[in-house]
């Protein structure tokens, strides 16, 4: 049996992470860890792994702390599956080198759905063949960052294909700061949309003239997750890489 904790447990996501791991016959949830507490549940990461030991950290926190989290699980050799967003590049960079020398495995996804996931590699695919386009992403306002790791993930693949997506657009005046959204790699802006009533969507528009393309996928209910979260268990667990975005696994 592989030995789970969950950061976050008692989260919307951790939750559904919880039931997925009970649910799994060849997992064991061992340690539920969140901030708020409660009967059964650790509100110390480190306290949680000296009682329970347990073998891979699947953390849904925030932004604020995931980066800590994972420094902590890594340099205790702690494997770890990060569906927190908020980690930056630098961030990012410094968890693999941890991992790598540390041997300890350490997978981040910024979207464990399958049909994002396939939506992010569309998009890099289509990136090639466009030389404008615009990422709009659209979560519940309960979000605390913006823009989320889906679309930072998207914009990163698609600028493998080119230098800038703003080809022939004109000198540009804002009288709203920020009406354009936020500039990302190779010029791709996103715009970020927090309103009650949404889980997760995100829509890639790809544009060249006469031709407006798009690629949209949405998030109605957080068990879609759920398959791509025990995916990345069961990966990290045996082959204890570094990993970054659920597309590396499939």
């Known amino acids: 049996m592989i030995k789970i904790g969950v950061c976050g447990a008692l989260g919307k996501m951790g939750q559904e992470v919880c039931r997925a791991v009970n649910n799994a016959e060849d ?4 340690a539920q860890i969140d901030i708020t507490g409660g009967e059964g549940v650790y509100t110390s990461l480190e306290t949680a792994f000296k009682e329970k030991k347990f073998d891979i950290i699947i953390d849904f926190t925030r932004p604020d702390v995931i980066f ?16 927190t967003t908020g980690l930056n590049d630098n961030q990012i960079d410094e968890l693999k080198i941890l991992s790598d020398k540390n041997k300890t495995g350490c997978m981040i996804v910024p979207n464990f759905s399958t049909g994002a996931v396939l939506m992010m590699m569309f998009a ?4 090639k063949y466009f030389d404008n386009a615009e990422i709009i992403e659209l979560h519940h306002n309960q979000k605390k960052d913006a823009p989320s790791g889906t679309a930072i993930k998207t914009a990163r693949m698609m600028s493998e294909a080119k230098d800038t997506f703003m080809k022939g657009n004109c000198s540009e005046t804002e009288t709203i700061q920020g009406s354009r959204g936020g500039t990302s790699y190779s010029d791709i802006k996103i715009h970020s949309v927090r309103m009650p009533g949404y889980i997760a969507s995100q829509e890639v528009i790809f544009g060249s003239s006469g031709q407006i393309f798009k690629i949209r996928h949405d998030s109605m209910d957080r068990t879609c997750y759920m398959d791509g979260v025990l995916r990345a268990v069961r990966h990290i667990f045996t082959a204890n890489d570094f990993v970054y975005g659920l597309e590396n696994i499939l």
């Open 124 to 127: 890099r695919q289509a990136a």
């Open 68 to 83: 800590n989290n994972a420094k902590f699980c890594l340099e205790q050799g702690i494997k770890i599956v990060i569906g």
């Open 27 to 30: 997992l064991e949830l061992t």
